[in-house]
T-cell receptor, first 116, second 116 residues
Framework: GENVGLHLPTLSVQEGDNSIINCAYSNSASDYFIWYKQESGKGPQFIIDIRSNMDKRQGQRVTVLLNKTVKHLSLQIAATQPGDSAVYFCAENRENYGGSQGNLIFGKGTKLSVKP | DAGVIQSPRHEVTEMGQEVTLRCKPI?????LFWYRQTMMRGLELLIYFNNNVPIDDSGMPEDRFSAKMPNASFSTLKIQPSEPRDSAVYFCASSSTGTGDGNTIYFGEGSWLTVV
């Protein structure tokens, strides 16, 4: 069949509302997870991370939740601002995956659009 | 502090030409990563170095791609000969202890390559 381009899931929110971006990971052996933000024309920027021995971690306006039972990760952004508009990636670390350490596996990303 | 510095930021080249992308990691970081980002495949790890030594190059697509790190402050990613399907954004990133130890990796702004 014909290949199609990758269409990013999009979340559109009103300025001031809370945003929740979800991510499913595949490997139950992954023990470290990171959320990155990528603005147009820029490289991914670290937002927050969490280890598998935790189920919640809070930063400034952001909270990451980890549900290891269903292999699900979420990023909550409080009081979303126009500057939060970007693509958000989750990444998992699979220690010694394929014999390699330090290999972050990135999800496909979610585009967050904030309406003023 | 200066972040990860990449050059060139944009390059347009003809099929068959050699392309060299350059990276200066953050001073003191002992891990360096090369990623490629496309709409079809998202962010993919190509190769990473630890203390200037290539650790895992399993993500390098084919022999046309090569990467070197002659010293702690410089790395190159070379494509020879280039093909249109190599068109992508190439990111260099660095970290101080890899990605499994709670330390994030920092990305450069990317090199936007178009092969025509």
């Amino acid at each position: 069949g014909e290949n199609v381009g990758l269409h990013l899931p999009t979340l559109s929110v009103q300025e001031g509302d809370n945003s929740i971006i979800n991510c499913a990971y595949s490997n139950s052996a992954s023990d470290y997870f990171i959320w990155y933000k990528q603005e147009s024309g820029k490289g991914p920027q670290f937002i927050i991370d969490i280890r598998s021995n935790m189920d919640k971690r809070q930063g400034q306006r952001v909270t990451v939740l980890l549900n290891k039972t269903v292999k699900h990760l979420s990023l909550q952004i409080a009081a979303t601002q126009p500057g939060d508009s970007a693509v958000y990636f989750c990444a998992e670390n699979r220690e010694n995956y394929g014999g390699s350490q330090g290999n972050l596996i990135f999800g496909k990303g979610t585009k967050l659009s904030v309406k003023p | 502090d200066a972040g990860v510095i990449q050059s060139p930021r944009h390059e347009v080249t003809e099929m068959g030409q050699e392309v060299t992308l350059r990276c200066k990691p953050i001073s003191g970081h002992d891990y360096l990563f090369w990623y490629r980002q496309t709409m079809m495949r998202g962010l993919e790890l190509l190769i990473y170095f630890n203390n200037n030594v290539p650790i895992d190059d399993s993500g390098m697509p084919e022999d046309r791609f090569s990467a070197k790190m002659p010293n702690a402050s410089f790395s190159t990613l070379k494509i020879q000969p280039s093909e249109p399907r190599d068109s992508a954004v190439y990111f260099c990133a660095s970290s101080s202890t890899g990605t499994g130890d709670g330390n994030t990796i920092y990305f450069g702004e990317g090199s936007w390559l178009t092969v025509v």
